[in-house]
Antibody, heavy 128, light 109 residues
Framework: QVQLQESGPGLVKPSQTLSLTCTVSGGSISSGGYYWSWIRQHPGKGLEWIGYIYYSGSTYYNPSLKSRVTISVDTSKNQFSLKLSSVTAADTAVYYC????????????????????WGQGTLVTVSS | EIVLTQSPGTLSLSPGERATLSCRASQSVSSSYLAWYQQKPGQAPRLLIYGASSRATGIPDRFSGSGSGTDFTLTISRLEPEDFAVYYCQQYGSSPAITFGQGTRLEIK
């Protein structure tokens, strides 16, 4: 059973960089086939996809956040990480890491990834 | 970007009743790349349905998904007490942005 666990500071000052790490257990990132993802949820609100990374290092970001986001992977530690720069109070949210899985669709092609395993989430507050 | 609109915002039903949740997309969702998630307070979302109609591993068969193009539905045939939660639809076929609906809250009547 794959498990994901977020870690990182719960409080970040405005204009600084938010940094989170997701540790994966029960499966190896380097085995391939999955997209390792970050998603956030503002307090009492819906879900927002931030981006994901493949084990090879290929990244895909939400255009609305792309200029401030970096996602990286460390296969030796079976971890992947999120950095979000120049944060403001609007970045206060619960941040989830998740595994993106794919399947062969009716056309015989791999689907884009959807999220089948999630971490428990970590609340990050941006405040001075 | 594809905008997903879920209705109703809140659905009040009793255990044993049938629930029908709607998700409408602003553009056609490629190849039915649509998923449904359930979220309970203080928990991460849980995948229920992917590919519009395929149940995820371990999901009871009272949950079913249907639809294509711009209109999708999640049906819970007979509500159990543990089914009362918030439900989100998500499209993952539109590059470059994956988007979620705003959610439907299913509450006990």
């Amino acid at each position: 059973q794959v498990q994901l666990q977020e870690s990182g500071p719960g409080l970040v000052k405005p204009s600084q960089t938010l940094s989170l790490t997701c540790t994966v257990s029960g499966g190896s990132i380097s085995s391939g086939g999955y997209y390792w993802s970050w998603i956030r949820q503002h307090p009492g609100k819906g879900l927002e996809w931030i981006g994901y990374i493949y084990y090879s290092g290929s990244t895909y970001y939400n255009p609305s956040l792309k200029s401030r986001v970096t996602i990286s992977v460390d296969t030796s530690k079976n971890q992947f990480s999120l950095k979000l720069s120049s944060v403001t109070a609007a970045d206060t949210a619960v941040y989830y890491c998740a595994r993106g899985s794919r399947y062969y669709d009716s056309s015989g092609y791999f689907s884009p990834p959807f999220f089948d395993y999630w971490g428990q989430g970590t609340l990050v507050t941006v405040s001075s | 970007e594809i905008v997903l609109t879920q209705s109703p915002g809140t659905l009040s039903l009793s255990p044993g009743e049938r629930a029908t949740l709607s998700c409408r997309a602003s553009q056609s969702v490629s190849s039915s790349y649509l998923a449904w998630y359930q979220q309970k307070p203080g928990q991460a979302p849980r995948l229920l349905i992917y590919g519009a109609s395929s149940r995820a591993t371990g999901i009871p068969d009272r949950f079913s998904g249907s639809g294509s193009g711009t209109d999708f539905t999640l049906t819970i045939s007979r509500l159990e007490p543990e089914d009362f939660a918030v439900y989100y639809c998500q499209q993952y076929g539109s590059s470059p942005a994956i988007t979620f609906g705003q959610g439907t809250r299913l509450e006990i009547k």
